[in-house]
């Protein structure tokens, strides 16, 4: 109805005076009638290839690199060069024009050389019996003076936790941690053809023994032995300070023995490492389920779900677990 008052009206008034005399917006008007396609719009350019109005010309950016690639600049950094070109009163460019252009060229690496060093391999080893894989090291108890420290060495069997051999000591050596492998390898029945004085590592090697070494500040490549440090000085027997070498030694042969013979681990099923280690667990286990088994027999209905059952030894210790396919998801 407006539309055909507008039309009948803008051949004698005007379209503008007939859209006030209707009362539509003039605009409305064309917006309604508006014939002409819009207007394309240009394809985006990427901010890299736009034409920059403050860029160097091809002919600037070969100048700073013919500088930069000069004999007496080929020794200089691009800092250096910026500055004695403007001490000689030229500015071809900002230090980081300079930069950047030199990245362009392959220009910018370091060409002294370089020490590299290879990555620090983690190590991942496993234990499916006794005697398999052992984990040795060192830790300082307290002596009567601060400063003043004794020497605590102690290997242990990650697969039973059973400590195989330890000794305290006045200082930290790779001859007395030679003695204590030697003297522990016997003791544990471990055959070899040579036991000559040598190095730790070569002794290893004649002992057929693969040694590992824990990557710096990295505290879970060797847990076994961080965790039987922590029982020891977490112990509410532990003191402060030993007065002398003695008293250390005869706190840890009291320590190790309740360590190997009486502690209950959670880590290898509640039950003790000298069990584990001498192959006497499965017994233990069975003592265990024979009694759970009475419990349920008497009072089956204070077991809801099913009969209870002993925990069972894990079949094998790791240190590094690689990541299997249910972990990495």
């Known amino acids: 109805m407006t539309d055909a008052a507008i039309n009948d009206l803008s051949p004698v008034v005007g379209v503008r005076a007939a859209c006030h005399a209707v009362g539509v917006p003039q605009a409305t008007w064309y917006r309604r009638h ?3 396609p819009p207007r394309p719009r240009p394809a985006p350019v990427p901010h890299r290839d736009r034409a920059q109005p403050r860029a160097l010309t091809a002919t600037e950016r070969q100048a700073i690199l013919s500088e930069l690639h000069s004999d007496r600049f080929a020794d200089l950094s691009p800092t250096e060069v910026w500055a004695i ?4 009163g030229r500015y071809l460019g900002s230090t980081s024009t300079f930069y950047r252009l030199l990245r362009q060229a392959s220009g910018t690496r370091e060409r002294r050389r370089q020490a590299t060093h290879p990555a620090t391999v983690k190590p991942e080893l496993a234990a499916t019996a006794p005697n398999q894989v052992w984990s040795w ?14 020497y605590l060495y102690v290997i242990i069997d990650i697969y039973s936790r059973y400590v195989v051999g330890w000794m305290v000591a006045h200082r930290e050596s790779a001859e007395l941690a030679e003695v204590l492998i030697r003297q522990t390898v016997a003791k544990q029945g471990i055959t070899c053809d040579q036991l000559t004085s040598k190095p730790v590592a070569f002794l290893l090697a004649d002992l057929g023994i693969t040694q590992s070494h824990s990557r710096p500040h990295v505290s879970d490549d060797n847990p076994f032995s961080e965790a039987q440090f922590k029982t020891l000085k977490y112990r509410p027997d532990f003191p402060g300070r030993f007065a002398t070498i003695e008293a250390a030694r005869a706190h840890c042969v009291r320590f190790f023995g309740w360590y190997n013979d009486e502690h209950r681990h959670t880590g290898i099923a509640l039950h003790t490492a000298a069990d584990v280690h001498y192959g006497l667990a499965e017994i233990v286990r069975h003592k265990r389920a024979g009694v759970l088994d009475t419990a349920y027999a008497t009072h089956p209905e204070r077991f809801v779900r099913k009969p209870p059952r002993p925990p069972e030894l894990p079949t094998t210790s790791w240190i590094n677990q690689p990541p299997t396919e249910e972990t990495a998801q």
């Open 34 to 36: 508006r014939q002409s």
């Open 137 to 150: 090291d060192i830790t300082k108890l307290r002596g009567p003076q601060t400063w003043s420290w004794f």
């Open 85 to 88: 070109l403007l001490d000689e």
